[in-house]
């Protein structure tokens, strides 16, 4: 799915990735889980590469659900994940990442094509 590089896209976005895994049989705890990640990746690819798209995809790796988010930024601009999260609680921005390492199984940067990408694994917890 691809987005016009504004935060006005960041609902349709969620709300797609949602259906998605709706229709999957996902749980709704699990559907919750993945919105919040894809918020909060999808800021920050705005963030990085406004008013260029950035790119969301979604599918099951096993019994996980693989997230990723695409934009056209230099993935050297996004911090290593190992230093995900603000650098004080008193911090004006940095908890976004912080959240999402915290609910994912497994997080990845990479960068190509002119592609930064995280890509993220969330273990699903079962079928409605």
Request: with cysteine; aromatic share 4%.
């Amino acid at each position: 799915m691809t987005y016009e590089g504004s935060t006005a896209t960041i609902n349709g976005a969620r709300q797609q990735v949602g259906a998605w895994m709706s229709a999957q049989g996902c749980v709704t705890a699990d559907v919750e889980i993945a919105q919040l990640v894809v918020s909060e990746l999808a800021s920050n690819a705005i963030e990085a590469s406004a008013p260029e798209p950035y790119h969301v995809t979604a599918s099951w790796q096993g019994r996980r659900i693989r997230l990723a988010v695409a934009s056209p930024a230099d993935a050297v601009l996004i911090p290593d994940p190992a230093l995900w999260g603000p650098e004080s609680v008193l911090a004006p921005r940095g908890r976004g990442l912080a959240i999402v390492q915290a609910l994912v199984d497994d997080v990845a940067v990479t960068d190509e094509e002119g592609l930064a990408t995280v890509t993220v694994l969330i273990s699903m917890t079962g079928a409605e």
